[in-house]
């Protein structure tokens, strides 16, 4: 046996499939599948479970290199409904935008209206009452004010 456990061996095959391992790693794993029966069938056996799973994937992705007519066009009505649907949420954001700048526009055009004092020439005859009442000037008075 050499200077790495089966554990640490295990781990290095498993790193060495997938060319995860360093050049030193690599060569403590050799010299200790070189002496080592179980790590040596371990080895093989997960070497050849990923030759069988290349060669499955590879068979199955042969067969139809490309796509079919129907798949293609599948995928071309949905990208068409996906591109529709987005032009029609983006149209009623804007048109909520809009309704919601107009409505904000009406309440702060009332809002203004409704804080500022009239023009005296355009006062209600109870208004014009009320202020010769607090300063003491006769109606008429008041309305040349």
């Known amino acids: 046996m050499t200077g790495i456990s089966h554990r640490q061996a295990r781990l290095y095959i498993?790193?060495?499939?997938d060319d995860l391992v360093s050049q030193r790693e690599q060569k403590?794993?050799?010299e200790h599948l070189k002496t080592c029966k179980i790590c040596?069938?371990?080895s093989n056996e997960l070497s050849g479970v990923t030759i069988n799973l290349q060669q499955t994937f590879h068979t199955r992705w042969d067969k139809q290199p490309t796509p079919t007519g129907p798949m293609i066009e599948n995928v071309l009505s949905r990208r068409r409904r996906i591109l529709m649907s987005n032009r029609l949420r983006?149209?009623?954001?804007?048109?909520?935008i809009l309704a919601t700048l107009f409505l904000f526009a009406?309440?702060?055009n009332y809002t203004i209206h409704r804080?500022?004092?009239a023009p005296i020439g355009k006062q209600p005859l109870s208004t014009i009452r009320e202020r010769s009442h607090q300063h003491h000037y006769p109606i008429y008075l008041a309305r040349q004010l």
């Not at 498993?14 to 499939?17: D, F, I, K, N, S």
């Not at 983006?90 to 909520?96: D, K």
């Open 28 to 30: 403590t794993l050799e």
């Open 115 to 117: 804080l500022l004092p």
């Open 14 to 17: 498993q790193a060495a499939l």
């Open 40 to 42: 040596q069938a371990y």
């Open 90 to 96: 983006s149209a009623a954001r804007i048109l909520a």
């Open 106 to 108: 009406l309440v702060t």
